[in-house]
């Protein structure tokens, strides 16, 4: 098993990890010849992120080598690999490999930069991680969801932060509800409380003909999903990489959400968030 590379692009690498690490504190990273995969299954509350990004988007000279179809999976800390990655911030170059010191497996990140002087000062930074067998990764699974109800084009996300995080301190959830004809609103209700945005004149995304049912039923319809208020928080941390994002409504089930980074036609990865609606109390 062989892996090495450069990353080309430290500072995307550095906003994904950083939006995963909000969510949970250890991570699957799926090396294969063509893409990277991050996948967190969460914790108590169901959240999950697959994401991918493509290998030229990333990286150069990139090498990798296994016995299983040159495919590598290894579980990694997003909290100890930040400080890696953030440690790289402004280097000159920066290799990433697998080796085994102590007989721990770790990924070594080779760092060279410039100091204030102009002298050179080459880092080495090593993150424990775990291997993963085939039969782990097996186990591995991508949730099963219905058929959207809605796709909608998200309004910026660090906007959508900055409401959510006032409505926080109200209620510790949130229900989310948009129609196909550019409308979202987000809402809390409690015993004395409700509160409720509303953005409108969003769009939708081009939907392929097997989903084309879904914009043919009554387009002011609103089909909503209670979400927990930590849950979507969470999701908004990615706001830090998002260019353009796509939230699918589950009525009543779930809400996915596409997170693309950069151009969504010309796009290096996405992160897709599942997060599971709460059920209710009716």
Known sequence: MRFRTTIADVSILTRVVLSIGKVTNRCIIRLTPDKIHLICT?????????????????????????????????EVSPETLLKALRSANNATEVTMRLVKRNNDPLLSFSITSNTATGAKLDIIQDVLIRVLKPADIAKVKEPLCPEPDVHIVLPKLANVRTVVEHLRTLSSSLTMSANMEGELKLSIQEDEIK???TWEGLSHPALDSSSQE???????VHRPVTLEMKS?????SSYVVATTTIACICENHCAIFYVYIGDVEKSSGVMTFFIPGLLSDS
Do not use: H, P
């Open 195 to 197: 509160l409720e945005t």
């Open 214 to 220: 879904i914009s043919t039923a009554d387009k002011s």
């Open 42 to 74: 969460g914790d108590s509350d169901g959240a999950q992120i697959w994401s991918q990004m493509t290998v030229e988007s990333l990286f150069s000279d990139y090498r990798i080598e296994s016995n299983f179809q040159n495919q590598i999976n290894l």
């Open 232 to 236: 979507f928080l969470r999701f908004l």
